[in-house]
Nanobody, 115 residues
């Protein structure tokens, strides 16, 4: 069983920054990809960013140039650095890990952006 625990959410003013962390209970090398998704009230869950085992990254168009996903394998942790935050970035941010035959989700961390 794999556990993913997110942290780092909070309240920030528009234009500010936050860094989210996702700590995995197992080695990151077990997962083909890890990523961050977000879900705002009344909206569908959307992909924000992913990072592969090899370090390749992918971003939603809405966050390109503002968000950066990274990983620290020694700490079994994936990060999402979020800069120039906008009110529309407010959502619950969930960490996701994909292995060959399984998918895991964290409980999420809330990000609130005030205008």
């Amino acid at each position: 069983q794999v556990q993913l625990v997110e942290s780092g959410g909070g309240l920030v003013q528009a234009g500010g920054s936050l860094r989210l962390a996702c700590a995995a209970s197992r080695s990151l090398w077990l997962f083909n990809t890890m990523g961050w998704h977000r879900q705002a009230p009344g909206k569908e869950r959307e992909l924000v960013a992913t990072i592969t085992r090899g370090g390749s990254t992918n971003y939603a168009d809405s966050v390109k140039g503002r968000f950066t996903i990274s990983r620290d394998s020694a700490k079994n942790t994936v990060y999402l650095q979020m800069n120039s935050l906008k009110p529309e970035d407010a959502a619950a941010y969930l960490c996701n890990a994909n292995a060959s035959s399984s998918q895991y989700w964290g409980q999420g961390t809330q990000v609130t952006v005030s205008s």
